[in-house]
């Protein structure tokens, strides 16, 4: 078990027992990989706010009643919490395709790392940013399911495949065949993705 896992352990032990500093804690700790994988599935950042939000509040629910089992990560375990309240969220609204967020368009780039780039840096990482937003939607939704928990929710294939409820055999290929769709895109299309 690493010494994140063991924390985190700890953390939860703690808060059932009554300490909600260490609920804070565990929010701090991964509150922008949650944050992150929420918007890049919904395009739409009301609606990960929303669903952010209303993922923290079961998972601190979840653990008041003791619901949660020391399988895996527990970043993993939020996850999960927060893809099944994203399907639940497109279920009640019947539909089950992402919707476009044009006009709501995010700036990605408004972060203290990017305070020194040039103003044609910026323009060009936004342009490769909405690039690849735009190559990830030509993906199946299995494969694009995969590569955005690999890449946004910074979770291992084991994870992935606890989340998705296939093996990581499954998890594997479905990032390959991803990878291997983008390139024929970025082929066909002749895309730049590089400054």
């Known amino acids: 078990m690493s010494s994140q896992s063991a924390n985190d352990v700890v953390l939860v032990k703690k808060f059932i027992e009554g300490d909600s500093s260490s609920f804070e804690t565990i929010i701090n700790r991964y509150k922008d ?3 992150t994988y929420v918007l890049m599935v919904v395009k739409n950042q009301e609606l990960a706010n929303d669903i952010f939000q209303d993922t923290f509040i079961k998972v601190m629910a979840s653990l008041r009643k003791k619901k949660y089992e020391e399988r895996g990560s527990f970043i993993s375990w939020i996850i ?13 609204e019947k539909r089950l395709q ?4 044009e006009e709501n368009e995010i700036d990605l780039f408004n972060s203290p790392k990017f305070s020194d780039s040039n103003i044609e840096e910026v323009l060009v990482k936004r342009q490769i940013e909405n690039d690849v937003r735009k190559l990830l939607e030509t993906l199946p939704s299995e494969q694009k399911q995969v590569v955005l928990l690999r890449l946004y929710g910074d979770l291992s294939f084991k994870e992935i495949a606890e989340i998705t409820g296939v093996s990581i ?3 594997l290929g479905r990032m390959r ?19």
């Open 33 to 35: 990989r949650v944050y």
């Open 80 to 92: 999960r919490i927060a893809h099944n309240l994203i399907i639940d969220h497109y279920r009640k």
């Open 169 to 171: 055999n499954t998890a």
């Open 177 to 195: 065949y991803a990878l291997i769709n983008l390139r024929k895109v970025i082929e066909e299309k002749n895309i730049s993705l590089t400054m």
């Open 98 to 101: 992402t919707v476009s967020n």
